[in-house]
């Protein structure tokens, strides 16, 4: 089973301590808070490993009927996917929505046929995420809603977020039973069910024998982003954490 961090945990200046990351271990990268001259960097310095990219989530929402540039952002993205090899690039069918949801589902749908044709272009694997909280009204496509999405995109595979999936009430290990090869990586984080706190494997109430029980079986070529965004001060921790992840669950 293989492992990749989510620099979503070494925010801004603290950057730097992903080159001290164990080879072995992948990383997840957001493109869109940084410049390609300064990814350049940032790439070089972590050596050779996996990486992959999280697609832009913060100046990009598919939903949003004003929003035209995705397609000229998602192009860069795609483009520096390609460049460095990246696995995969990570995308959000939407952020916040509003209106008729059966409209607004159509919108993204479109939305995405253009952004699997550019990936395409690119020679890029897309990753759907599961998206949108039950306790923040920003669910856009439900459990049968998302599983559709990969009757409409055959090529894409999909990424289960454990955070966003035990807030909105999933069976986690039935839905990684359900998706099996379809599914290609996880973000894995725990949280107590009322919101999306992305805290460290264990500190909520995610059942996780069960879900790694189920990913041994289904789907165990499923790459496994720790997607924190706290619990650690450097990557030596993070190690240990790991280490004690793979011991007690036999991954």
Known sequence: MRFEVSDLLFAGFTKGALQHLFPDYGIEFFYEFGKDYYWDDQVASWGKRSLSIHGPCVAINLAAPKQKNYTKVFTKTFAYAQKIGADFVVVHTNEGWEGDKEQVQARVVRRLRRLMAL?????????????????????????????????????????????????????????????????????????????????????????????????????????????????????????????????????
């Open 119 to 251: 990936a395409d272009k690119y020679g890029v694997q897309v990753l759907i995420e599961n998206v949108g909280l039950r306790t923040k009204d920003s669910v856009l496509f439900d459990l049968p809603e998302y599983m559709s999405l990969f009757d409409v995109f055959p090529e894409a595979k999909a990424l289960i977020d454990t955070g966003h999936a035990h807030v909105n009430g999933w069976d986690i290990p039935a839905v990684v039973q359900t998706l099996g090869e379809r599914l290609a990586a996880c973000h894995i984080h725990d949280n107590d069910g009322s919101g999306d706190d992305h805290l460290p494997v264990g500190q909520g109430t995610i059942p996780w024998k069960d879900y790694f029980a189920a990913i041994k079986k289904y789907a165990p070529e499923a790459v496994q982003v720790l997607e924190y965004s706290r619990g650690f001060a450097t990557t030596a921790e993070l190690e240990l954490h790991m280490e004690k992840l793979q011991k007690q669950y036999k991954l």
